[in-house]
């Protein structure tokens, strides 16, 4: 016993002994420029937000951009946009035509990041029906609205929705509606809002429909499947249509809109 006890203490020193404290270095994540514009068919401000990923560790808060050059450009002409802080660059009263392809470029810090985009053509709301409906396992009792519109024939659309109920809206980043008519080209589109749920009598509902294309429903789609949270794999980055690794995407719509008031 007393040669095991020994034995124990000639360990414990040899263990303490050979103790160093290893101090590693952590590099930084690969920091992102982000960028997040959304040009819209007409006469409209065209804005453009730029920020930059934060830290893994530490503060993880996006940076700010305030030293870019932003420019839009027609094939022709080329528009600066103004720096108006915050991260904010504007181009006030530009009009962007149906069937025109811009292409946005921005150069940070010495990158350069561009994406184009060819502004769709409005696809018109036709109208705007409801029904009532009693209280069931999917809704509440009131009256459900339904969009119909008539998807254009040989080509490809793509839609987001916007449903506003008296003063709560439905369809923004946290609850997307999102639509393509891969089932339903050139055909009569009867879309119920289930998810605004329903309005009530003398609510006014209003229904945006915004066409737009591809690379915008895609980064929407993946928006929604990282705020989902998907079957608990780690979320990804949205697949966006800027070149040079920036995040974000350059979005373009075509907005129709309508309104009823719920009658008896």
Do not use: W
């Not at 920091?31 to 920020?51: H, M, P, Q, W």
């Not at 069937?99 to 990158?111: A, I, M, R, S, W």
């Not at 459900?144 to 439905?170: C, H, M, W």
């Not at 294309?213 to 800027?242: H, I, M, R, S």
């Amino acid at each position: 016993m007393k040669n095991l006890i020994i034995a124990l203490s000639a360990l414990a020193i040899t263990v303490s002994s050979c103790r160093k404290i290893i101090d590693i270095e952590l590099e930084e994540g690969d920091k992102k420029t982000v960028i997040e514009a959304s040009l819209y068919e007409g006469t409209n401000d065209f804005r453009v937000k730029i920020t930059q990923t934060g830290n893994f560790f530490g503060d993880n808060s996006p940076v700010i951009i305030n030293n870019a050059t932003v420019n839009l450009s027609d094939g022709v002409s080329t528009f600066p946009l103004s720096f108006t802080g915050n991260g904010n660059y504007y181009l006030l009263n530009f009009n962007a035509v149906s069937g025109t392809e811009y292409t946005l470029t921005v150069d940070e810090n010495g990158n350069s990041f561009e994406a184009s985009v060819t502004v769709p053509t409005l696809v018109p709301i036709d109208t705007i029906t409801y029904q009532f409906v009693p209280d069931n396992i999917f809704t509440d009792e009131g009256y459900l609205s339904q969009l119909e519109f008539d998807d254009p024939a040989g080509e490809k659309n793509f839609y987001r929705l916007f449903v506003t109920i008296a003063e709560s809206t439905y369809g923004g980043i946290e609850d997307l509606i999102l639509l393509d008519d891969g089932f339903t080209d050139g055909n009569r589109v009867e879309f119920p809002t289930f998810v605004a749920g329903v309005a009530q009598l003398n609510d006014t509902v209003k229904i945006e429909l915004h066409s737009c294309d591809e690379a915008t429903l895609t980064y929407l789609e993946g928006v929604d499947a990282v705020l989902g949270g998907g079957n608990g794999a780690p979320p990804a980055n949205p697949d966006g249509n800027f070149n040079n690794g920036a995040l974000g995407n350059f979005n373009v719509y075509a907005v129709s809109e309508k309104t009823v008031v719920i009658v008896p």
